[in-house]
């Protein structure tokens, strides 16, 4: 009897606590406050883990890089989305992901692969470059700029608006740019010379994206520094589709930084084993063909088919701007403060 009455208290406890510590199980990943994921993809996401997924938005690419480094020894998160490749030295430096090759690995773009150790791994990337109005170009009879010395050219005085890029990751993305364009020694004389032709500069995208762009809002700067991807953004979301975007792309000559976001697990994660299955699935085809459509970059994983408002309309260039990692970490703070010292 007394075994009988033992088993039904066990029986029951079993019962109670399993629900509670399935509802437990959760996975949280620290990115970016412009990351974005479907609901659909979401629900398959916690599917395959079994897990909740919890999406931790903590400021822009560098504040939330920040966050992670500060409390690496008591981590925020299981997985951190979104350190850029102008961060990518210091993130590695600091220690802080554990290697982990996912199971797609081989599908990855391999221009991508920038950590043989697989600390942090390419999931998706995008072209900064020059965008313009096409409309408006047209309707003046005026050729638009087909490469950054252009800008400096009397006939775009007053047409161009760009991000502060001690404030913005896209800013940033530019003015490397021209630093790699027109090297250390000339790229701050080039910026004096678009101050001199009445260049706006705005502390962050949307104000300049919505705020100032002829073809995106009632501003009066035909010009923009945004994605070669924004042109299938305005096709997206236009109420009514055109068949061409009302955008161009500056993208020739080494005009375009190409920025690519790495994730990876968190060094002292509790929960590595179902990050692991985490990282593998944000790499499958089911997450990254839900990429382009929220948040307007490329996919990483070759095997990814792209919309076709993507491949009708987004542009990735064959000549991007370069500049090494290490280069970028180790002058990163001094360009922006020479810049800043210039122009504001």
């Known amino acids: 009897m007394k075994l009988k009455y033992f088993c039904l208290i066990l029986i029951s406890l079993v019962w109670i606590i399993s629900p509670v510590q399935a509802a437990e199980k ?3 990943i620290m990115t970016h406050d412009s990351f974005s994921i479907s609901k659909p993809v979401l629900a398959d996401f ?25 409390s690496k020894n008591n981590p925020l998160a299981d997985i951190f989305y979104g350190v850029d490749n102008t961060f990518f030295s210091r993130a590695l430096d600091e220690d802080i992901f554990i290697p982990y090759a996912p199971k797609v690995l081989a599908n990855l773009a391999p221009e991508l692969l920038m950590d043989p150790k697989h600390r942090l791994v390419p999931v998706d990337f995008g072209d900064v470059c020059l965008n313009y109005d096409i409309q408006w170009f047209k309707t003046r009879k005026i050729e638009p700029p087909k490469g950054l010395e252009d800008l400096v050219n009397p006939v775009y005085k007053g047409l161009t608006v760009v991000q502060n890029p001690a404030t913005s ?42 705020g100032h762009f002829t073809a995106a809002s009632k501003g009066d700067r035909p010009i923009v520094v945004s994605y070669a991807s924004s042109p299938a953004a305005e096709v997206f979301y236009a109420e009514t589709k055109p068949d061409q975007a009302p955008t161009g792309v500056v993208i020739d000559n080494g005009s375009a930084f190409r920025q690519v976001e790495f994730a990876g697990i968190l060094k002292n994660s509790a929960s590595q084993d179902l990050a692991k299955k985490a990282m593998d699935f944000i790499l499958s085809p089911r997450f990254q063909e839900d990429i382009p459509l929220q948040m307007f970059v490329f996919p990483s994983n070759t095997k990814a088919a792209l919309p076709k408002v993507f491949t009708d309309h987004a542009r990735i260039t064959g000549d991007p701007a370069r500049l090494d990692p290490e280069l970028m970490d180790k002058h990163r703070d001094r360009w922006i403060r020479e810049w800043t010292e210039a122009l504001l």
């Open 46 to 70: 916690q599917k395959a883990l079994g897990a909740r997924v919890v999406i931790l938005r903590s400021g822009d690419a560098g504040e939330a890089l920040n966050k992670a480094i500060l």
């Open 26 to 28: 959760q996975i949280t």
């Open 169 to 210: 990751s896209p800013g940033l993305a530019f003015l490397l740019a021209t630093v790699s364009r027109f090297g250390e020694k000339g790229y701050i004389d080039y910026w004096k010379q678009l101050k001199t032709n009445d260049l706006l500069i705005v502390n962050g995208w949307k104000e300049a994206y919505w």
